[in-house]
């Protein structure tokens, strides 16, 4: 078997595909925009514009860490507010990223 010559992902596309990744998690985001590859601009777009309750709240927590100190469109992240609006499979996204946390 000969070995593949694979390229060492840069710092920024591990970054983005660790994103998509959590992102993906969230059932609302699955078939949002921006999500793979992962591009916060698109993802801003489209919970300003295409998303419901549960799913605006997703992305502003993605968004948060993906940038916290941007002044994203779609608004602050709030886990009280997303908490009365997520259900349980949502919720459990939220928690197993809680339980072993990463940043940016």
Do not use: C
């Amino acid at each position: 078997m000969g070995s593949e010559n694979r390229e060492t992902p840069s710092p920024s596309e591990r970054a983005r595909r660790k994103m998509t990744a959590l992102a993906l998690s969230f059932p609302a985001l699955r078939e949002a925009t921006g999500i793979e590859p992962f591009d916060g601009g698109k993802l801003d777009a489209w919970a300003v514009g295409y998303a419901n309750s549960g799913g605006r709240h997703a992305a502003q927590f993605v968004l948060a860490l993906w940038d916290q100190s941007r002044d994203w469109r779609a608004g602050k992240f709030s886990v009280i507010e997303a908490f009365q609006v997520w259900d349980d499979d949502h919720r459990e996204s939220f928690i197993r990223w809680a339980r072993e946390p990463f940043w940016l």
